[in-house]
């Protein structure tokens, strides 16, 4: 009998579980990315897993190479994490920017999450966090990314390069 491992799996079941107990909601583009198979990672745009929280690229970036880092749990505050999720969002954001520093040379970079709908969150109920790489003068950009097209491909490029970057730095922690 051949036998296939695939951790994943486990995760993927995981995920159902989870999604019975609530955890985990369907219709979250976060929750979607959180428990898909690898095999649709690059569609969904996710560059990186770890222990408490993945990584994935903003579908409706600011900038080339804007990250968004979440816990797996649908949770929508901050005051709902784990202190292991606190702490592992807080070391992926490190990670993340070095990551971004090895792949773009950024002068600069946002850091936030906007929590609760009024402060203009998209997905008041998923918990992320937003990292964004900054270049002097990059304001204009925002002129240049609105052919949707373009920003689709550079997407999908974006994704290979950090999905390799981020397996080249994994396990590398301080
Ligand atoms: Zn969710």
New binding site residues.
């Given amino acids: 009998m051949d036998v296939l491992w695939a951790p994943w799996r486990s995760e993927y079941i995981q995920g159902f579980k989870d999604e019975e107990k609530g955890l985990?909601?369907p219709e979250?583009f976060?929750?979607e990315a959180?428990a898909c198979d690898p095999a649709r990672e690059r569609e969904l745009l996710v560059v990186a897993r770890r222990k408490e929280c993945f990584v994935m690229l903003n579908k409706f970036p600011y900038n080339g190479g804007h990250l968004l880092i979440?816990p797996y749990r649908?949770i929508g505050g901050i005051d709902e994490l784990t202190d292991a999720e606190l702490c592992d969002i807080m070391r992926v954001t490190r990670e993340s920017i070095a990551v971004l520093k090895k792949t773009s040379n950024p002068h600069g970079f946002n850091i936030g999450a906007n929590l609760g709908r009024v402060a203009g969150a998209g997905?008041p109920?998923?918990l992320h966090y937003h990292v964004v790489p900054r270049w002097s003068g990059d304001t204009s950009c925002l002129a240049v990314i609105s052919d949707t097209k373009v920003v689709s491909q550079s997407l999908d490029e974006l994704q290979v390069i950090l999905a390799k970057q981020f397996l080249k730095s994994e396990g590398t922690s301080k």
């Fill in positions: 985990i909601k979250c976060l929750c959180a979440a649908h997905v109920g998923h």
